[in-house]
């Protein structure tokens, strides 16, 4: 089956614009994860989402950013008034909940986002 | 901050030896993962260990956990130029289902 996607691959939008960016999640997997990943840098958690629960959003770095899962599945992270210091890869991921804390996750190839 | 830090950041080597790279981390944890990704791509997940295990093999990878130094370590045998890719450890808190992940080994190894 499809892995997990991510689009668009790369983004390149003006500072103070909206973006938009899209996860489709591996089919029949609750957990879905956002993170960001900056040049050099480790992956840093933003949001999580666990079926029907409310998601976890302690890592969002601003009220510029939100993001939500409609139906249990598609995830749509939205960057409001896009800065500069935005620019990165953000990356999706999906997961089975098995027993606890075992959660392998399955990675999107990312959206490369410029912000000039 | 990230949980588990990697060491060493970079590491180059021919063909044929062996890659060993180290992750530290801070807190208990219920598992540890090792974590792949080539260049512009996501992450792909290689081996989990979980905290009452103390080696696991997986192919020409090996794993080890030293849950008393808050340690792990993935050793690579027989690299292959197809090895070249940064690795990330990632842990997550007793009772957290949200992984956090260090800023990786980036590995090169040369044909």
């Known amino acids: 089956g499809a892995g997990v996607s991510q689009s668009p691959s790369n983004k390149v939008t003006e500072k103070g614009k909206d973006v938009e960016l899209r996860c489709d999640p591996i089919?029949?997997?609750?957990?879905l994860y956002w993170y960001r990943q900056s040049l050099g840098q480790g992956l840093e958690f933003l949001i999580y989402?666990?079926?029907?629960?409310?998601?976890?959003k302690s890592g969002l770095p601003s009220d510029r950013f939100s993001a939500e899962r409609t139906g249990g599945s598609v995830s749509t992270l939205t960057i409001q008034r896009t800065q500069q210091e935005d620019s990165a890869v953000y990356l999706c991921?999906?997961?089975?909940?098995?027993?606890?804390?075992?959660?392998?996750?399955?990675f999107g190839a990312g959206t490369r986002l410029s912000v000039l | 901050s990230q949980q588990g830090e990697e060491d060493p950041q970079a590491l180059s080597i021919q063909e044929g030896e062996n890659a060993t790279m180290n992750c530290s981390y801070k807190?208990?944890?219920?598992?540890l993962q090792w974590y792949r990704q080539n260049s512009g791509r996501g992450l792909v997940h290689l081996i989990l260990?979980?905290?009452?295990?103390r080696e696991k093999h997986s192919g020409r990878l090996r794993v080890t956990l030293d849950t008393s130094k808050k340690s792990s370590s993935l050793l690579i045998t027989a690299s292959r130029a197809a090895d070249t890719a940064s690795y990330f450890c990632?842990?997550?808190?007793?009772?957290?289902?949200?992984?956090?992940f260090g800023r990786g080994t980036s590995l090169i190894v040369h044909p």
């Open positions: 991921a999906s997961s089975l909940l098995l027993e606890t804390g075992r959660h392998i996750q399955y």
């Open positions: 089919s029949g997997h609750t957990a």
């Open positions: 989402f666990q079926g029907n629960s409310a998601p976890d």
């Open positions: 807190t208990s944890i219920n598992n």
């Open positions: 260990i979980r905290s009452n295990e």
């Open positions: 990632a842990t997550a808190k007793g009772g957290s289902y949200i992984p956090t």
